[in-house]
Nanobody
Framework: QVQPVESGGGLVQAGGSLRLSCATS????????MGWYRQAPGNRRELVAR???????NYANSAKGRFTISRDNAKNTVYLQMNSLKPEDTAVYYC?????????????WGQGTQVTVSS
């Protein structure tokens, strides 16, 4: 069973920083794309940042210049460094990974980690 597990969320004041991690365990041949999404109450889940197996990144406009996504392939882990946090960044943050297995490619979601930014 493949399971991504997020960590690193919490409560931080506006202007502060947090680093989220998402480690994926289970029967994995390799991981293709990895991404971070977030969902605030009453809102749709939205892409924050994404990184391909080759290291190509893309960011939501709201994250550009403040957030950095990176990955450690040896650890099957993706990170999200969040700086200059704003109250509007408050949400549950989820990671999604696209796993390559002998039978095909499959996407898995983590359970989410809460990020709360106080003003």
């Amino acid at each position: 069973q493949v399971q991504p597990v997020e960590s690193g969320g919490g409560l931080v004041q506006a202007g502060g920083s947090l680093r989220l991690s998402c480690a994926t365990s289970g029967s994995i041949f390799s991981i293709n794309a990895m991404g971070w999404y977030r969902q605030a109450p009453g809102n749709r889940r939205e892409l924050v940042a994404r990184i391909t197996a080759g290291g190509i990144t893309n960011y939501a406009n709201s994250a550009k210049g403040r957030f950095t996504i990176s990955r450690d392939n040896a650890k099957n882990t993706v990170y999200l460094q969040m700086n200059s946090l704003k109250p509007e960044d408050t949400a549950v943050y989820y990671c999604k990974v696209r796993v390559i297995s002998p039978t095909g490619q499959y996407e898995y979601w983590g359970q989410g980690t809460q990020v709360t930014v106080s003003s």
